[in-house]
């Protein structure tokens, strides 16, 4: 084969890598959309302990005290297992998991409910708190 | 999230393994490719050399470009591309001759692609001719350095003109009986005189003598014949050999100082398969080499004491006589592997696969090496007409071929020569209708060689 | 899309696709086999892969996603391929392969639609298991045994390869279900995990009764994948454990099916393809010496020879085009087809069903990719399995687009309850 042709040959195999790279990065820069997708899905919500916030990163976020959970108490008072939140339309519910375990939302004892903002869920000898996440900078979302 | 995230490491690793595999079948590929293109029908194959650049093998020779029979004296040993044979040197070494390389891709006009072996076309043909109208086969290599400088096989037929003929072709015609076992006859006499000194030492061994009438009633009972009629009477060691006088040897093997079972180590040490019936191979650059097999089975029987003396179901290649004979004449004991291929030059003429002269493990021990070179140089003064001008080391043999109806004459030897070290083995089918003798024709290759 | 960023970005990546189709066109023109006699057809060729380009681009603006991605990287990849196959043995135009890469456009899409509420679809599982056992009844029933398509008539379909999707949709999880646990002689047990390894018991059995032991390799990969989804998640810690126990497990599966193995399996599994180059080593031996024919920068386009080897456009895709568009270009476009299975690695899912999907459909692709490919190259059995996107064969590019729908769904998906149709609000405080 000749040099030209050669040289073409690298050339648009360069052209097809760039191409699929220029793809891949514009996922990367989608991701930070996607975050503030999430936002809005998740309505921004966090979970507040008194020193600790939880993010609320993704749809049925369990809370026990096993390893696996997303949001970790380790507490014997806690069921391994304890709840689960699952979020639609930017509302946020809690489910209890274990019929044994009681979940004591703004102190009534529910099994499953949708939470309102500033909503007391109390999880063993845990208290944690529903509220819009704060930022420390003060960048304002949409 | 953790979960999420727990099963995406799952799809990382999937991916990883994947790009694994495919940076191996890179890799593969790029090591393979030449194996492959040797596979198809558009493989251009470039060329053998002699030692002295004369071409072996061109794989689109004619008759008419080199002339007829050029390349009849390698026919079986370099062979072709066709497929025909297996146990050649192209057909073994056809990526080799490959002219391509991957990122060149095929090259038909200028490749550079070549094995540059170590024979001598002109020796080679000399010995071919010296033949004359009988078959057999003649070897012989650099016992210093282990290049293969004579190989040659009859029959054998012009590679040029292909096999629509083949029909017709002899039995043998396709291989290489260097390669092949052979019955060696008095030859093995040399291997049983290396087992004993090493199992008597020498001044046990200078002291035992024995007496030849001519026939020799063994210890089981059978006969024991002498090719002398008359007897040779009472000999020692180096007349025996000299004489390659058979009771002799049989009285030798039944001695109570020559247990059977030290004859065997011996045997297995120089590479014999002892009562082994599979097919044992040895490697010369991918050509596969018969290694010799013999069976003994009991010091008093009538065929172990003939296995020791060259016939029975004692079998040994040419080629592995000759390796035999480098320990000797080096006096180490440890063989010099013969080689074909001195190097070899890729599709763009860059020299690779340099031969190495290497040895082989201890076959047998420097001393008893240097008894028995003396006894075959001394041996060596009656060949002194025959094949004169060369300090010569050699022990003929006869062997007794389809029952006794043929008898092949085998020579084998070297010369103690510094330029020319060269060890050798002559095979000569059925010579008592030959009009050549083997003693000529190692005259021929010597002198070829030496010249 | 809402913003000025994504509009930019949309058309920024339409361009870069658009470019190397085009680059891939002119190499073609200068290197392949393109004298003026055949010149109309690339012409009919270029215009096909441009236009289906530019009408692809604009479809997609009426549909809504959050990110376009994964649709690019399958135009991307679906027009290379329609040049691949419009290449081999001399350029024409594979009408063929350009229907099924519309259709293939089309499941596509109906695979981002049914997916992409996971909460949905969730609650439609049962659906799946039927659909499942529907696509088994039809291979019992109609395929008979020793044989994979179904005849129509004017073409073919092979049951099997619909089967995948049904089955990746069996074997995707949600978190709330691996919390529905029953108690049998102490042993908790989620109900759905069986019904899940029952499926691919059968499964199994069916292809082997079908003779189709290509296809196997891709079940039970998908099958571990979400096993490995199932066990690894409630049990994180034992999971070591369990992935050791399951590899040695699958280990002594694997021999004691080898050895048990029928004869023709046998002979398929040990065979030194160089001894036999004219047998059953003959298309591998053939597919490989293609490929060393090739090099790194091929013959150019349609100036191979590995046409004229049967399944020279499926089975031996991989070696076709290394022969005519050189090794380097056929590793650039399998990692092309990778990149877009890694992107959920850059944009997580944001829901475990979502994320289960994406490993059950990696793995998929991954293990047919290299079923193919080191079968073809002599580094494992040859099976007949296919390339996705890149073989020929209208089944197999209609499931890998419904496939690749899954992973899009994952991406941009959709929060909404079954039972409420209400559109989404801003909530007030």
Partial sequence: METGNLILCVITAMILDISALVLILSTYFEKLDGKKRWKKIGNDMELVEPGITYALESDEVLIGRHGSVDIRLPDLSVSRYHAIMTVCNGIWTIQALNPKAPILVNGQRISKTKLKEYDVIQIGTYKLQIRKRRRQNGNNNR | MKSIKRSLRLVSIIVFAFIAGMIMLVLKIQKEASFYISHSNTAQLGFVYDRNGEILFDSKATPETYGENYFIDVGNLIGDAKGQMTNTLVANNIEKLNNYSFSMGLVSKDGKSSIHTSLDHYANRK???????????????????GEILVCTSLPSFDVTKGYADIENFETGTLISKVMYGTVPGSTQKVSTLLSAFQIMGKDKLFSKSYTCNGIYMNKGGNEIVCHNSYGHGTQNIQQAFQNSCNPFFAQLVEDDDMPLENIIKCYEKMGYAVNDDKEQ????????????????????????????????????????????????????????????????????????????????????????????????????????????????????????????????????????????????CVLLENKNNSDTRSENIVKTMLDALCQ | METTTGKVKYVFSAIFVLISHLAMLTNMFYNGNCDPSNMNKFVILAITVIGLDILYFIAMLFFKQSTYTIDF??????????????????????????VTCIASLISCRLGFILCRNHKWIQAKKKAFYIATGIIMLCILTLTGSRSMWIDLGFFTIQPSEFLKPAFILVCTTYILEQQNKISVWKFNIVPENLICTGFIILICGLQWWCRDLGSLPTFVAIYLCGLCARLCYPKAKLSKKMIITGIASLAVLAITAIILAPPYVKSRLFVDIWNDTSGDGYQQSQALIAIANGGWFGKGAGNGDLHNIFAYETDLVFASICEEWGLFFAIMVVCAILIMLASPLVNPPRSYFHATLATGVCSAFVVQMALNIFGSCNMIPFTGVTVPFISQGGSSMVTCGFMMGMLIAGQSPVFKNPTNNKKKKVKSK
Wanted: glycine share 8%; aromatic share 12%; net charge negative.
């Fill in chain 3, 73 to 98: 990287m399958l135009i991307f990849i679906l027009n290379i391929s329609l040049i691949f196959q419009s290449s081999f043995g001399g350029i024409s135009l594979s009408v063929k392969h350009l």
């Fill in chain 2, 127 to 145: 010995v071919y001719d010296s033949f004359g109208t009988s078959k057999g086969c003649a070897v012989a290599y650099d016992y210093k350095t």
């Fill in chain 2, 281 to 424: 191979y040895f490697d010369i650059n991918g050509i596969k080499c018969e290694r010799a097999s013999t069976t003994l089975k009991d010091s008093y029987e009538f065929n172990t004491q003939w296995g020791c003396i060259g016939q029975g179901e004692t079998l040994v290649s040419p080629m592995q006589l000759m390796m035999w004979q480098s320990g000797i004449a080096n006096q180490t004991g440890k063989m010099t592997m013969p080689y074909l291929i001195k190097y070899t030059t890729n599709v763009e003429n860059e020299i690779g696969d340099w031969a190495e002269t290497s040895y082989s493990e201890e076959v047998f021990t420097p001393e008893s090496s240097t008894e028995v070179r003396q006894i075959m140089l001394e041996n060596g003064k009656n060949y002194s007409e025959s094949i004169s001008g060369y300090n010569i080391g050699i022990k003929s043999g006869t062997a007794q071929i389809k029952d006794g109806e043929e008898e092949n004459s085998l020579l084998v030897g070297f010369i103690e020569d510094e330029r020319h070290p060269i060890a050798f």
